[in-house]
C-alpha cells in the first residue's frame, strides 16, 4: 500500500507509472517500426508483422525511465503496463522481462493470453514482485534499466500485426 508503514515502520512509496525516453529493437525476430511511438500513450503505436516465416518479434526494448529511487531505499517491487492489441487473438506474449542494459534479468513474465483486437493496458509483476532479481536503487535509477517485450504466435496462423501503445513502470520502494 504506496504511503502506508509496515511493522518496522517502513513508509511505502511509488515512483508512479513512468514511461521511457528510449524504445529500440533488440534480439533477432520481425523488426518493431516506429519503436518511439511505445513511450507515449497517443493510439500512435510501434508495430511488428509476425507470420511469413518470422514466428516471434524482436524483443521491444524501453529504458530511461528517469527514476530517483533514494540510494538508502529497499525495493518492494516493479510494476510494468503495456497498452497494446493484435489483429488476432493467435499473438500471445514471448517475453515481458526487466532489462539492464538491454539484457534480460529475472523471471520472464509473460501471460498466455492472446492479445485483444481492442488496445487495453496489462499489467505485468506487482507492488510486491521482484522479478526474482535483486533490486536495488542503482539497478532501477540506471538509465540503462527498462522492460523488454516480445511477441509470438503460432507458424500456422498466417501473418498479423502486434501493436504497442505506450509501456509504462511503476516502482515501489519503501524508506
Known amino acids: 500500500m504506496p504511503g502506508g ?41 510501434a508495430s511488428v508483422v509476425v507470420g511469413g516465416g518470422v514466428d516471434h518479434s524482436a524483443a521491444l526494448v524501453a529504458s530511461g525511465f528517469g527514476f530517483a529511487v533514494p540510494a538508502t531505499a529497499r525495493i518492494e517491487g516493479v510494476r510494468v503496463r503495456v497498452r497494446r492489441n493484435a489483429t488476432t487473438t493467435e499473438v500471445h506474449d514471448r517475453e515481458v522481462s526487466l532489462t539492464q542494459d538491454k539484457t534480460s534479468i ?23 514482485v521482484k522479478w526474482s532479481v535483486d533490486l536495488t536503487p542503482a539497478l532501477v535509477n540506471a538509465p540503462t534499466f527498462g522492460v523488454a517485450v516480445a511477441v509470438e ?12 501503445d505506450v509501456i509504462r513502470i511503476d516502482v515501489a520502494y519503501c524508506e
Open 153 to 164: 504466435m503460432p507458424a500456422d496462423a498466417g501473418t498479423h500485426g502486434a501493436y504497442v
Open 106 to 128: 529475472g523471471n520472464n513474465k509473460a501471460k498466455p493470453d492472446g492479445w485483444g483486437s481492442s488496445a487495453s493496458e496489462v499489467e505485468y509483476g506487482g507492488e510486491n
Open 5 to 45: 508503514s509496515d511493522a518496522a515502520g517502513c513508509v511505502r512509496k511509488t515512483t508512479g507509472f513512468t514511461s521511457p525516453t528510449a524504445v529500440e529493437n533488440f534480439g533477432t525476430g520481425g523488426t518493431w517500426a516506429r519503436t518511439e511511438k511505445a513511450a507515449i500513450q497517443d493510439e500512435q503505436t
